[in-house]
């Protein structure tokens, strides 16, 4: 059974920073992409970012390139998400995605509220 779990979510500060993990089980992690995406609050869900298995390639949305950072341990099966100089736009709830050519599956969120 897959499952992914993400933690470090809570309330940040604007300029503030934050980092999420997402710790993976029941997949062959190092065969997956792993993305982070969010939902503000009345709106769709939005990529953030990515980590591509194949190359260690990253991608990031441009509302957060500069500021936020993906990365992977294959040995903790985890992948994080470093949030640097937050801003209000940034509240959400975070996912992670773990994705392949054949499967995808998504975590249940993490909440993160940015206050001024």
């Known amino acids: 059974q897959v499952q992914l779990v993400e933690s470090g979510g809570g309330l940040v500060q604007t300029g503030g920073s934050l980092r999420l993990s997402c710790t993976a089980s029941g997949l062959t992690f190092n065969q997956y992409t792993m993305a982070w995406f969010r939902q503000p609050p009345g709106k769709d869900r939005e990529f953030v970012a990515s980590h591509i298995h194949k190359d260690g390639s990253t991608y990031y949305a441009d509302s957060v390139k500069g500021r936020f950072t993906i990365s992977r341990d294959i040995a903790k099966n985890t992948v994080y998400l470093q949030m640097n100089n937050m801003k209000l736009e940034d509240e959400a709830v975070y996912y992670c995605?773990?994705?392949?050519?054949?499967?995808?599956?998504w975590g249940k969120g993490t909440q993160v509220p940015v206050s001024s």
């Open positions: 995605k773990a994705l392949s050519t054949y499967d995808k599956y």
